[in-house]
């Protein structure tokens, strides 16, 4: 498997513009995490799915954040409309069902600029 | 309020001796403990998990302990290498599988 693959590595955006990031976790994980990390606050969790549902979306900042899980190979994180503040790097991970296999796996992350 | 805290203050140790970090936390009760590396850069990556049950556990020259009445873990290196220079991230996980970050300690290994 190649890992939890995240596109795009770089988004350069206006103010107000919408952005979309987009995950695709590790075949056969049942549980999926979206992170956003600062220098600041460090590594935030903003919403984690179980097989396709949204378990706790509590750490999501604002309405202008959502997320989707359509399906079990695919996530994404949209802003709208993004703000200068939103620029940090967002990662998202992915980990398996087993109670003894609770490793999560990262992505490579997408650094998000919003000017 | 629930915290999970790591020395925010970057740690310079020589190489060859013992890197010893620490992750308190509070109002938690995790079900697991887990210790990740993070080079510039790049995600998060699992390096040992230690359950709530256990005191201590190893892997080569890793070694994470976990006290659950002091709620502290520390995580030990030892014989200190310059490519274990890197940022080092406790997370819990708790009894909903819900996954979360401390702030991290940046450990400097100087040659």
């Known amino acids: 498997d190649a890992g939890v693959i995240q596109s795009p590595r770089h988004e350069v955006t206006e103010m107000g513009q919408e952005v979309t990031l987009r995950c695709k976790p590790i075949?056969?994980?049942?549980?999926l995490f979206w992170y956003r990390q600062t220098m600041m606050r460090g590594l935030e969790l903003l919403i984690y799915?179980?097989?396709?549902?949204?378990?706790?979306d509590s750490g999501m900042p604002e309405d202008r954040f959502s997320a989707k899980m359509p399906n079990a190979s695919f996530s994404t994180l949209k802003i709208q409309p993004s703000e200068p503040r939103d620029s940090a790097v967002y990662f998202c991970?992915?980990?398996?069902?087993?109670?003894?296999?609770?490793?999560?796996?990262f992505g490579q992350g997408t650094r998000l600029t919003v000017v | 309020s629930q915290k999970i805290e790591q020395n925010s203050e970057a740690l310079n140790i020589q190489e060859g001796k013992t890197a010893t970090l620490t992750c308190n936390y509070t109002?938690?009760?995790?079900?697991?403990l887990q210790w990740y590396r993070q080079d510039p850069g790049r995600g998060p990556v699992f390096l040992l998990l230690i359950r709530e049950n256990e005191k201590e556990k190893r892997k080569e020259r890793l070694k994470v302990t976990f006290d659950t009445t002091l709620k502290q873990s520390l995580f030990h290196i030892t014989a200190s290498q310059p490519a274990d220079s890197a940022t080092y991230l406790c997370?819990?996980?708790?009894?909903?599988?819900?996954?979360?970050f401390g702030g991290g300690t940046r450990l400097m290994v100087k040659p």
């Open positions: 991970a992915s980990r398996g069902r087993d109670s003894g296999n609770t490793e999560a796996f």
């Open positions: 997370a819990l996980l708790n009894a909903g599988n819900m996954l979360t």
């Open positions: 799915f179980n097989n396709n549902v949204p378990i706790d």
């Open positions: 075949s056969g994980h049942d549980y």
């Open positions: 109002n938690y009760s995790p079900a697991y």
